[in-house]
């Protein structure tokens, strides 16, 4: 054991920093889905979940490529107060435009996709002020708030709180989530749903005469896991999104849009549950519209993603993880102005293969999950270099994102 | 007596009396000293060996974790040095071959279950479990057993509740230990149960205080929890969860529940 701490320091002292955020670095490492393998990150579509993962600390550390000036961190906490009166839980400066992994595989239009299941701006707003409207809504979240409880049916359910605001004046943001699991219903073994709701007030540049006009963000989803054997299972998934965006005496920005993500996963224990391969495919489809004078567009977009991933303890400290997640289709289908094209589907798939790994490192009920860049790991390889970052400057590799949870 | 006398004499006795004056430094002992001293010296040395004779049957006694009662409350005797490797693994088996002959002995009563803390191991009907292949022991030997969700890890493992009458087993799925807990039988199908130490739910806190200790699992103080006094003991693992054994008692000495695993573990 000593050895291995060593080790371990020895490779802590010696990791790089880079960083690109996109969700709980387990998953980012993993280059999957919450809803494919579970993480905690489900607590932001089924806030009933709160009291599966309740007692839990949650630091979310390196955001947004700025770690070290302890500022754009986030996390939060999740108490179970009492068994009858359930799980509370608060979460601080959640940051509002987090994407997943799966984010930028594809060279996606002016719409924005749904992959960021538990992250994005209210409206969906495709950015008006890259298209002349000079304006953009500008908010942080700054508090979600949790109350989740177990039922002596054995379902749960839980509420989902948030508010955030800017910086100019009249800018706020609601939001309210419900979540419950409802156990075993027909063939969809421990089947939970949820609907969402969020919406956004806003003023332009001060003037009470142009204000936001039916920003919102409604969505609904049901995902179950289901047992096919001892060591497999099951997830199939599925969420509907409507997005709306509004200014008044701005006729022309407004924007809406439609979609839905549809996914099934099969997950296989690793050495009776200590470790996972997963492997699953998703369908992501939104239709989006903006009558905008300047950029007036609409468009459909669709693609097929498939993964999979492998989690594998090394050591009882350790654990490593890699994914691997690639776009099999993508089109883009441009109806109004022609912008990408001539009214016909079109190609778009970019750099749409993408490898992620990362490691865990447990210390009794702490855990420090990363996810580590793929390229600083094959260069490593690619120039093997003994005692790099240990007995002279350079990095082993270079981490992306890392989050610290403690179990209480 | 004249002085010229009384100074004759002095002279005569100063080799002989000691303590009295220069000569005792210099003279050699005389012989009748010299016996009594060596008869000192001797029984010193029996004293010294009877008291190591004793030392040797104090850790015996505490290696095969047969203390004799003494009323509750008596101060626990201090735990000796840790044992090296071997030793441990001595002290590991003879108690695990004192589990399983209480066990075979015991075999008939389908109703009692022997705990050998010191292996982790559970024995029903004279055969051995693992504390933490419950489920396990509850298939093979046809136990109801129920499963329910308890907490998740962060990364999704769960962490389940397996409960086999008055025994319940909490036990994330990613790791290989867990918490057993048994709480005194209170319903028609519930378990009994015999330690290797002799402790069974008859047991008394005097009882738990004098033999609960041996040279794997050390006493680790006294707190309260759940509203009952505990009796806690342990064995340090380093950096990984250690084995953990607590005995929460009632007000009136009785005790209604063990709980033995990776108690640091939440």
């Known amino acids: 054991m000593k050895k291995g701490l060593w080790m371990l320091l020895a490779g802590l002292m010696a990791l790089g920093t880079s960083v690109s955020a996109f969700a709980s670095a387990r998953l980012d490492s993993m280059a999957t889905d919450a809803r494919q393998v579970g993480d905690i990150d489900l607590i932001w579509l089924y806030p009933n979940m709160v009291t599966e993962y309740k007692n839990t600390v949650d630091f979310r550390l390196y955001p947004y490529g700025d770690q070290g000036d302890s500022e754009n961190e986030w996390g939060g906490a999740l108490v179970e107060v009492d068994p009858d009166f359930g799980v509370l839980g608060a979460y601080v400066n959640r940051p509002v435009d987090e994407d997943s992994v799966n984010f930028n595989l594809t060279d996606h239009g002016r719409v924005r996709p749904f992959f960021r299941y538990n992250q994005g701006q209210v409206g969906n707003e495709p950015g008006f002020d890259k298209f002349g409207a000079g304006f953009a809504s500008v908010y942080s979240n700054q508090v979600d708030l949790f109350w989740g409880k177990n039922l002596a049916s054995g379902g749960n359910f839980g509420v989902h709180f948030n508010y955030g605001n800017g910086a100019s004046a009249g800018t706020n943001v609601f939001a309210l989530s419900v979540g419950a699991g409802l156990g075993n219903v027909g063939p969809f073994g421990d089947l939970n749903v949820h609907a969402d709701y969020e919406m956004e007030n806003f003023e332009v540049a001060n003037d009470p005469n142009e204000k936001s006009n039916g920003v919102y963000t409604a969505k609904v989803g049901a995902l179950s896991t289901s047992s096919l054997s001892a060591n497999n299972d099951l997830r199939l998934y599925a969420d509907l999104q409507f997005d709306g965006f509004g200014v008044n005496n701005i006729p022309n920005v407004t924007y809406s849009d439609y979609g839905a993500v549809v996914g099934a996963a099969i997950n296989q224990k690793i050495d009776g549950g200590k470790g996972l391969f997963s492997t699953g495919l998703s369908v992501n489809y939104i239709d989006g519209t903006s009558p905008h004078a300047d950029a007036d567009f609409e468009e459909a977009e669709w693609d097929v993603l498939w993964n999979t991933s492998l989690e594998a303890p090394v050591a009882d400290w350790l654990t490593v993880r890699a994914g691997l997640t690639k776009d099999i289709i993508a089109r883009l289908y441009d109806r109004g102005s022609g912008f990408y094209g001539d009214g016909s589907w079109l190609n778009n798939a970019g750099n749409n293969v993408r490898f992620s790994t990362g490691f865990g490192i447990n210390w009794q009920n702490f855990t420090l999950n990363t996810s580590v860049e793929a390229e600083s790991l094959e260069n490593s390889i690619t120039d093997v270099q003994p005692g790099r970052g240990i007995f002279y400057t350079g990095d082993i590799v270079t981490v992306e994102t890392a989050d610290l949870s403690y179990k209480f | ?266």
Do not use: C
């Open chain 2, 1 to 266: 007596m004249k002085m010229k006398n009384w100074l004759m004499l002095m002279t005569l006795l100063t080799p002989v009396l000691p303590g009295i004056g220069k000569a005792q430094e210099t003279t050699p002992t005389p012989v009748v000293t010299a016996v009594s001293l060596e008869q000192e010296k001797l029984d010193v040395e029996r004293l010294r060996l009877e008291n190591e004779k004793l030392k040797l049957e104090i850790e015996k006694m505490q290696l095969s974790a047969t203390a004799v009662a003494t009323p509750a409350g008596t101060p626990t005797v201090a735990p000796s040095p840790t044992p090296n490797k071997d030793a441990l693994a001595d002290f590991k088996q003879s108690f695990s071959d004192k589990a399983m002959a209480l066990s075979k002995a015991h075999a008939a009563e389908a109703d009692l279950m022997v705990l050998d803390f010191v292996n982790s191991e559970i024995w029903f009907k004279g055969v051995r479990y693992s504390v933490y292949e419950l489920p396990a022991l509850a298939e093979d030997q046809k136990l109801k057993v129920s499963k329910t969700l308890d907490e998740r890890l962060p990364n999704g493992s769960p962490r389940w509740r397996y409960q086999v009458a008055n025994l319940t087993l909490l036990k994330y799925e990613a790791r290989d230990k867990g918490i057993l807990e048994i709480t005194a039988p209170q319903a028609p199908g519930d378990f009994r149960l015999l330690t290797v130490e002799g402790l069974s739910f008859d047991s008394t806190e005097g009882d738990v205080r004098d033999s609960a200790q041996n040279p794997y699992l050390k006493y680790d103080g006294q707190g309260e929890s759940q509203g009952f006094k505990t009796l806690r003991y342990g064995h340090d693992a380093g950096l990984a969860f250690g084995d953990g054994l607590q005995f929460l008692v009632t007000r009136d000495g009785k005790i209604h529940k063990i709980r033995f695993g990776t108690l640091d573990e939440r």
